[in-house]
T-cell receptor, first 114, second 113 residues
């Protein structure tokens, strides 16, 4: 079975540019999570969806960040405009239902904003 | 109240030894406590998890000990192997309000051959 798929794996962009990260959850999983990992702040939940509906977006750092889940097999995390402090590894994860935590996170997207 | 404190930050153990990582939480509403293992360049993977109705859970060489009154839980890795060298994260969540995991800071474990 395929795990969570994320693209791109690496993204280097310049400050002010728009960045879009993509995630395909595990088939049949109806909850999807976006996490960010940095040395300073560790692993932080940004937002999670259940049945394509955002349930908790309190971790989204500011209005520059937005996330969508147009269908059960695709989600995007967009940063516009990007800033150097957004440099981090962004992970996507999914689970069936709502309880418990992900078994596996996706491979992550390493974002570098110059 | 949402914090999870993890220690030590780094740990070096000899092959065959016992690795012990500790976590403490503040929010008494937390009722799900997983441990994740992360290798460099990879996403975290669930290692083992416990709920507060039991004080210990064992899966192979990995054991979680849970002390509800002290609001602490720990991961014990028995017979540690070089392949266990990774970063370990504890986490906690309140399942009844969804799966919003709060992670500890992480422990970098090195097992020397």
């Amino acid at each position: 079975d395929a795990g969570v798929i994320q693209s791109p794996r690496h993204e280097v962009t310049e400050m002010g540019q728009e960045v879009t990260l993509r995630c395909k959850p595990i088939s049949g999983h109806n909850s999807l999570f976006w996490y960010r990992q940095t040395m300073m702040r560790g692993l932080e939940l940004l937002i999670y969806f259940n049945n394509n509906v955002p349930i908790d977006d309190s971790g989204m750092p500011e209005d520059r960040f937005s996330a969508k889940m147009p269908n059960a097999s695709f989600s995007t995390l967009k940063i516009q405009p990007s800033e150097p402090r957004d440099s981090a590894v962004y992970f996507c994860a999914s689970i069936p239902g709502l309880a418990g935590g992900p078994k596996f996170f996706g491979p992550g997207t390493r974002l570098t904003v110059l | 109240q949402q914090q999870v404190k993890q220690s030590p930050q780094s740990l070096i153990v000899q092959k065959g030894g016992i690795s012990i990582i500790n976590c403490a939480y503040e929010n008494t509403a937390f009722d799900y406590f997983p441990w994740y293992q992360q290798f460099p360049g990879k996403g975290p993977a669930l290692l083992i998890a416990i709920r507060p109705d039991v004080s210990e859970k064992k899966e192979g060489r990995f054991t979680i000990s849970f002390n509800k009154s002290a609001k602490q839980f720990s991961l014990h890795i028995m017979d540690s192997q070089p392949g266990d060298s990774a970063t370990y994260f504890c986490a906690a969540s309140k399942e009844t309000s969804g799966s919003r995991l709060t992670f500890g800071e992480g422990t970098q474990l090195t097992v020397n051959p």
